[in-house]
Every structure is written in C-alpha cells, then in structure tokens.
C-alpha cells in the first residue's frame, strides 16, 4: 500500500498562511462588501488563481443570499463545500484496471520531481505484486538516465535505456517490446522535461505518444503531469503548454508540503480539466500517496 502519511501535517504551510486569515474573515460580525472583497484577496494569494477564485466566491455568495445565511461563519461551511466540489473527480485511475500491459507516459519540466515521482509510483506497484519496466526516454539529460537506472536498483524496476542523445522513440518501442515478451504489467516512460515552451520538444512527445499506441493498444493508458506545487501559478503555465501534445489525464503534484500556497490545487482542476491523482512529499521511495479530495479539504481547514 501507499504510505501514509497526514494532510494536516503536509498543509502545514498553506493553512498556517491561508486559514490563519480566513479564521480571522469568518470571526467577523457581518457579511458585508468587504467580506466577500477580503475573501478574494485571500484566495488569490493561496495561488487559487484570479479566474478560480472569482467563481468560487461568486458561487459561495449565491449560496449565501439563497440559503439566506447571515454570519461569517456559516459561509465558511459553504466554501468547504464549494472547495470539494471542484477538486472531487470520480474517474477511475487506468492504471488499477486490469490489462495486458498498461503504459504510462510521466511528464513535467526539469526540476518538478518527474524522475523521482516515476520512481516512487514503481516501488508502490512492486510492493503490489506487479513487474514494472522504466522506459529512460529523457534521453536528451544524461543524468536523468542515471538517475533512473538508480532508482531501478533500489526498488527492483527493469529499466530499459540507450545512450544519451539517442532516439526517444527507440527507447520506448524497446521498453515496450521487452515488458510485453516478460509479460510485464507495468511500462512507466519517463520523458524530456527540458525545453516545455519548444515546438520540438511537443513534437517529440507526440512522437512518443504515436510509438507506444502502435504497440499496445490505446497506449499510454494514462498521461501523468508532474507539477512543483512551490512554483504555483508558474506550474499551471508549463501545464497549459504541454497539456495538447502530452494528453494530459491526471496531475501528480509535489512539494506540497513545502509551500504555502496550495491553493493552485484548485487552479489546477479547474482550468486543465483533469484530476490531481498523486501527492509526493519527501525524497524516498514511499513518500507518495493517492490524492483524496476529503482529507485536502479537511487538511486545510482544521483548527
């Protein structure tokens, strides 16, 4: 399983930084003009983002007036309910689905724990049972193939990797063809994160995309972004540009407890369309846990 670990203590941070305000907004005696003003201001500072935020509070005031609530208070319990609601996505995770073989495609700038997440969600379906491939297809940064073949050793992933500088594509076709003749469950493809704003560098990815649906069908079964959450509204923008080359279905999101802005959570759902499904916290190989919308929420606001 999953190690666990507490969202209270990962949101330390960011509900130090943003209920150490609200509390104060939702002690007050009225809900008035410069109610709702603060609580937008607060929001946007999370790193909710301007567009998200508007919309929740728009949607927390209608609540209000219809539900005719008249204390601070009681739109706190109104703004819990609209935060979850954003982030809840009851899609089923392809890669718990039983298939001949599922493929993942992991992607993300230098720098966003891509490498190291790859690794850890390795080491969990190994500790499930599962034979896991790592695909080295950063092939452009020599260490990342290094730093991969590392991480196979520590957890027990094959992985399956060509010279630095090679072809991307070979190195997949190769990964994919090896995990189907052992009868592998798992294929996770750890691709470039240099260069996110370069055309090339989206037409590689598509590439890699095409290799892998031809060898096995409706592959990659999943598209999984790696995003720095200490980098906030900045992550959301390196999403936007890979979201159409890439197919972006989940967001794997960390550093989170590292930041005091862990409003961009809610950016992330609302403006990519897509789900967090991952939380990494930490350096090692168990320091990864599914996202669960309930326990965020209540992460956030416990006293």
Not at 27 to 50: K, N, P, R, T, Y
Not at 128 to 134: A, E, M, N, P, R
Request: aromatic content about 6%; proline content about 2%; glycine content about 8%.
């Amino acid at each position: 399983m999953f190690k666990r670990f507490s969202f209270k203590d990962t949101l330390a941070k960011t509900r130090g930084s943003l209920m150490g305000q609200l509390s104060g907004l939702f002690a007050g005696s009225e809900i008035d003009d410069e109610f709702w003003d603060d609580l937008e201001a607060i929001l946007i500072q999370s790193d909710m983002g301007v567009d998200t935020t508007l919309e929740v509070v728009e949607q927390v005031r209608e609540r209000v007036r219809a539900e005719r609530v008249k204390h601070p208070d009681g739109a706190k319990a109104l703004l819990k309910d609209e935060l979850k609601k954003l982030i809840v996505d009851n899609t089923p995770l392809q890669l718990d689905k039983k298939r001949l073989l599922t493929v993942v495609m992991m992607v993300g700038v230098n720098g966003s724990g891509k490498t190291t997440t790859t690794a850890k969600m390795a080491n969990h379906y190994i500790k499930q049972g599962k034979k896991v491939t790592l695909a080295a297809a950063d092939t452009f940064r020599a260490a990342a193939i290094e730093q991969l073949q590392e991480w196979g050793r520590r957890c027990g992933a094959t992985v399956i990797a060509h010279q630095p500088g090679s072809d991307p594509g070979a190195v997949v076709y190769d990964a994919l063809k090896s995990s189907l003749a052992r009868k592998a469950d798992l294929v996770l493809i750890d691709t470039a994160g240099r260069l996110h704003t370069k055309f090339n560098l989206m037409r590689e990815l598509e590439k890699l995309y095409s290799v892998a649906g031809k060898q096995v069908h409706q592959a990659p079964h999943e598209s999984l972004l790696v995003l720095d959450a200490t980098t906030g509204q900045n992550a959301l923008s390196q999403a936007k540009h890979f979201q159409d080359a890439a197919k972006i279905t989940g967001v794997v999101l960390t550093k989170l407890d590292g930041t005091a802005k862990g409003g961009v959570v809610f950016a992330i759902r609302r403006e990519l369309g897509v789900p967090v499904r991952f939380i990494g916290t930490g350096e090692g190989l168990d320091d990864i846990q599914p996202f669960d919308a309930d326990a965020f929420i209540e992460g956030l606001f416990v006293e």
